[in-house]
Nanobody
Framework: QVQLVESGGGLVQAGGSLRLSCAASTNILSINAMGWYRQAPGKQRELVAVITSTGNTNYADSVKGRFTISRDNAKNTVYLQMNTMKPEDTAVYLC???????????????WGQGTQVTVSS
């Protein structure tokens, strides 16, 4: 029903920047919210950032002030701009989408395949 394809991962030095993209197969305005998770080896999956269909955003404390989530409605694409990157940002980053509003918070219904981000020290 909704397919998500991530791109933009790669290798970056500490202090550098990367921008991830997530292209959706449908109008993202019809999706209640989209978010980025990350999964690092030996660590719990972490919700990094969320953007709603109305443009509200939320960030994990670990990335607040460094990462920015945004969207391009015409391209049905959500972005994650990552600045001042740290080695602990190394992870597989996964795009996700929540189809309908849920009162308890962001609970994805759809997932992308993930893109690897590696930050060297």
């Amino acid at each position: 029903q909704v397919q998500l394809v991530e791109s933009g991962g790669g290798l970056v030095q500490a202090g550098g920047s990367l921008r991830l993209s997530c292209a959706a197969s449908t109008n993202i305005l019809s999706i209640n919210a989209m978010g980025w998770y990350r999964q690092a080896p030996g660590k719990q999956r972490e919700l990094v950032a969320v953007i709603t269909s109305t443009g509200n955003t939320n960030y994990a404390d670990s990335v607040k002030g460094r990462f920015t989530i945004s969207r391009d409605n015409a391209k049905n694409t959500v972005y994650l701009q990552m600045n001042t990157m740290k080695p602990e940002d190394t992870a597989v980053y996964l795009c996700s989408a929540q189809g309908v509003y849920r009162s308890w918070g962001f609970t994805p219904d759809y997932w992308g395949q993930g893109t690897q981000v590696t930050v060297s020290s």
